[in-house]
């Protein structure tokens, strides 16, 4: 099984996660939603704000059980060129949770906007569809 959780403040984030969820045909969920069972894949997504993550996303992977994700694949947006990889990748690298190699950070959104362009849409897409080739390979 695999599933979709993010956190975000502005809504940029939130659109992301749905435009992800279509391409995957998977229902995503904010982190206040638990995870049910073992996943197989959980994508993790977030936004930065002055420079870091936010605090309830990052008690969120802190809390996760590495008995029960096997994989967890990030994505983000961000008005800058931080993401949320390098804080929370320590994090799950703590915890013992795999970290893919595969993830996508979207730079340049601002707040209360994400009109995402034809571009991001398409890097969207193209994420979606390694990511679901991925999934059948495992």
Do not use: C, W
């Not at 206040?32 to 990052?58: A, C, H, M, Q, S």
């Not at 959104?109 to 995402?116: E, I």
Request: charge should be positive; charged fraction near 30%.
């Amino acid at each position: 099984m695999n599933a979709i959780r993010y956190y975000s403040r502005t809504g940029n984030t939130e659109k992301m996660a749905k435009l992800l969820g279509e391409q995957l045909n998977l229902t995503p969920e904010t982190i206040d939603k638990p995870l049910e069972g073992v996943v197989d894949k959980l994508f993790i997504g977030g936004g930065i704000y002055n420079t870091n993550v936010d605090k309830n996303l990052k008690e969120f992977t802190t809390n996760l059980d590495p008995t029960k994700v096997k994989e967890v694949v990030l994505f983000g947006t961000s008005g800058s060129v931080f993401t949320v990889g390098k804080q929370l990748g320590k994090i799950l690298k703590k915890n013992g949770i795999p970290e893919s190699n595969e993830h996508l950070y979207l730079h340049g959104l601002m707040p209360k906007l994400g009109n995402f362009n034809e571009h991001q849409k398409k890097e969207i897409q193209e994420f979606a569809d390694k990511a679901d080739k991925e999934s059948l390979k495992s």
